[in-house]
């Protein structure tokens, strides 16, 4: 087994020299939520329903193609990749029936990454449970074995699903979302968590339908990580932990009255349902719902319409051949008829409600559920047993830790669960941004705050002007980060999902190649992560397949930093001419000096430089970034190993200005001096002024992936570096007469997002 290249020190990573490391990276890619044979985005009905039959070999990417995105991504400067993949591509075909074909894809993909020095940790990601109910995640065999009919989810609006919409390119922006909160999500996520409290008459081959779904999902990670063992040189590099499920979600655990929406839901848009409703129509009655809407002040009740499934049903028929998948459902749990009708709580005979607080209480004891009960309990349960599964295979495995978004996290501080090797990872989306599609320079709301009660009315929690959206965004990031410490101990925090929507404003930046708006709703993003001193992030994401029309190919969503509509982003340059790494002398008393701008610039002639994979030349205007899809705030300065603690870094994108202070303990090695990734889209040349020391600038190039990198050998104590760079040329503000009434607007009312 190689040496450990990452391992925990408290709240901070460390190489082998101990140095600190911050975690730069991205998700990767968005393309495995579907699969590649056939080719299914979430806009393809074709075969939609022949679940069983796909395959998944060649997402995220061919392995043919495999470098030129890792070298894109390296000379972009991330060195992690947050590696997205799926329950439904391991065990697609039935249960226990794994695709070994494209585990071996996975595996070469890991290969291919390893020669670019990424770290990985594993992702087994889920939206809203699977593709068949408009996301991602779990194959469609798991909803049959909950007694689903998903050919009925669009009729009953147990799930709204794009493959499936009438007009696929009209599917509602950010709908997919609402689905948490439809009958599909509400049954499978209780089932998978609780299903043995709340549904102990659905037995499936001698075990509850919980114990039932959660062992294949964890044999199913699991078995995906014993091949990756078996191959012998995925573990420790690249592959340095495993990440729990995606999003996890409740379903209607803990809902005091399923017949009202309760106070703590805070996304409505479309359709929005009582989970009694949900239950209706999914039987097939009609019921007059309520519509919501979002607009400039949150969502907002817009109407009502009535859903009517006219007699069709999303439960499973009794004429269902239950035998397809070759498991035996007990006699005491009936097809044909609502699960939930089965266990008392409401009569289908006459469409009464007889049990509306059914899952408010634990049922082992009595207690009140509320999210936090929940954490601590069916979720701790559940992460328990898929920590105890990776650790069997890979014992110093980092486990990255995921509870449901912007809730709390579990409490385990100073009990056994607290294992020394956890990573806290939160996620963390601007809703306003994400939902309208839109930058708000005017206003935004402290979301984190209002869900935790720290003011006393939501008005309070507006925050009027970008540097205060910008400081807002901070704090709520700090606040996650140290809530984490409060409730889980001391542990690394990394967001593993932030991101935003790159087609603001109905496209205009496709329009225009003015991305204005997506540089500084990203920057802000980026700010927010720095100031916060949380240990890394992985940025949503990058799509392979992303374009101008259909985004990132799933549920209209258009959060890539990559596009093949775009105009190309400019890789690092190469060395200048006549300098090699070889004539780099650290003892010459000019060493400083000599590596600094005056030896540095960068010209086209040295941009067009041919490397093996992906050169690219620029194509700026006099530093002109228009087109580029907001480069210049996802490819920043970062710290990369920092000798001693890192204490401040932050990218001042409107000055071009890097900042960065630490606290040695000691001089630095002269094989491990701090490093930080200096790309020279900003510092093409640069000013360097340091507390002490001697500093160097060179390009590095490895399989084709170029990086500028500044090394700092300095001395104990406090130490600070400013680095400054050449301020580029940004597009023109958008129209801000939208905006105009908005102050006084927010003034007057007050705004709950999510």
Not at 485 to 508: A, N, Q, R, V
Request: hydrophobic share 35%; net charge negative; proline share 5%.
């Amino acid at each position: 087994m190689s040496p450990l290249r990452l391992r925990i020190d408290g709240r901070t990573f460390r190489d082998n020299e101990n140095r600190e490391v911050t975690l730069h990276g991205i998700n990767c890619a968005t393309d495995a939520k579907f699969p590649a044979t056939p080719d299914q985005p979430s806009h393809v009905a074709d075969k939609f329903f022949d679940g069983d039959n796909v395959s998944f070999v060649n997402r995220p990417f061919s392995a043919e193609d495999a470098a030129t995105h890792f070298a894109r991504l390296r000379s972009w400067g991330y060195n992690t990749i947050r590696y997205v993949f799926t329950w439904e591509a391991i065990e697609h075909a039935g249960p226990g029936r794994y695709d070994e074909e494209w585990i071996q894809h996975t595996i070469t993909i890991l290969r291919k990454a390893k020669d670019y020095g990424f770290y990985i940790f594993m992702d087994p990601h889920q939206d809203v449970w699977s593709r068949f109910s408009g996301g991602s995640g779990a194959p469609m065999w798991t909803l049959y074995a909950c007694g689903l009919d998903p050919t009925f989810f669009d009729v009953t609006e147990a799930a709204l699903v794009q493959n499936v919409y009438p007009e696929p390119e009209n599917y509602p922006k950010m709908i997919w979302a609402t689905n948490y909160t439809r009958l599909v999500c509400q049954v499978t996520f209780t089932l998978f968590f609780a299903g043995k409290q709340f549904a102990p008459k659905a037995i499936i081959d001698g075990k509850n339908i919980q114990d039932y779904l959660q062992d294949h999902f964890i044999g199913a990670v699991e078995h995906l990580a014993k091949r990756i063992k078996e191959a012998g040189d995925l573990w420790h590099d690249p592959i340095v932990g495993f990440e729990s499920m995606n999003e996890p979600n409740r379903g209607v655990i803990g809902h005091q009255d399923i017949s009202v929406i309760p106070s703590e839901q805070k996304l409505q848009k479309g359709t929005s349902p009582t989970a009694w409703q949900a239950i209706l129509t999914g039987s097939g009655n009609a019921c007059e719902i309520d519509t919501w809407d979002f607009g400039g002040l949150g969502p907002y009740k817009s109407g009502s319409r009535l859903v009517d499934p006219e007699g069709k049903s999303a439960w499973l028929s009794s004429s269902y051949d239950d035998t397809k998948y070759g498991w035996k459902r007990d006699p005491g749990w009936r097809l044909g008829e609502c699960l939930w009708a089965q266990h008392g709580i409401w009569d289908p005979a006459t469409n009464t409600l007889l049990k509306k607080d059914y899952f408010a209480k634990d049922p082992r004891n009595g207690a009140t559920i509320d999210y936090e009960y929940f954490n601590d309990h069916w979720f701790l349960d559940h992460w328990r047993r898929y920590s105890k599964m990776v650790k069997a295979i890979f014992p110093d495995s980092l486990m990255f830790l995921q509870a449901p978004v912007l809730e709390i996290p579990p409490a385990i501080k100073g009990t056994e669960d607290d294992d020394a090797n956890i990573v806290f990872c939160p996620h963390f989306y601007d809703g306003i941004t994400l939902l309208t599609k839109k930058w708000n320079r005017v206003w935004n709301v402290d979301v984190f705050g209002v869900l935790r009660g720290k003011y006393l009315t939501p008005a309070f929690a507006i925050k009027i002007g970008e540097n205060a959206i910008r400081n807002c965004f901070a704090n709520q990031l700090t606040a996650i980060r140290e809530e984490g410490t409060d409730k889980m101990g001391i542990h690394p925090c990394l967001f593993s999902e932030i991101g935003i929507p790159y087609d603001m404003d109905d496209k205009f930046a496709y329009k225009t190649g003015n991305y204005s708006s997506q540089i500084a709703a990203l920057d802000a993003n980026h700010f927010a992560l720095e100031q916060s001193h949380a240990n890394g992030f992985a940025l949503w994401c990058y799509t392979v397949n992303n374009n101008h029309y259909w985004g990132d190919q799933w549920n209209g969503e258009d959060l890539s930093i990559y596009s093949k509509d775009d105009k190309p982003v400019p890789n690092a340059g190469s060395f200048p001419e006549g300098q090699s790494r070889a004539s780099l002398d650290v003892n010459s008393p000019s060493y400083s000096r000599a590596q600094s701008a005056e030896t540095l610039s960068v010209d086209p002639s040295n941009l067009r430089k041919s490397l093996s994979v992906d050169r690219m030349s620029s194509k700026s205007d006099n530093g002109d970034v228009r087109g580029l899809r907001a480069a210049e705030a996802f490819i920043r300065p970062t710290p990369i190993a920092t000798h001693g603690d890192l204490t401040s870094s932050g990218f001042d994108l409107k000055n071009a200005t890097f900042r960065l202070t630490l606290s040695a303990s000691s001089s630095t090695p002269d094989d491990a001096p701090t490093t930080v990734y200096l790309p020279e889209f900003h510092f093409p040349t640069s000013t360097v002024e340091v507390s002490g020391g001697k500093w160097s600038i060179a390009s590095e190039e490895h399989n084709g992936a170029v990086q500028q990198l500044l090394k700092w050998w300095h001395a104990e104590g406090d130490q600070s570096m400013t680095v400054k760079g050449v301020v580029r040329k940004q597009g023109g503000a958008l129209s801000t007469e939208e905006d105009e009434g908005y102050l006084q607007q927010c003034q007057k009312q007050a705004c709950v997002i999510m």
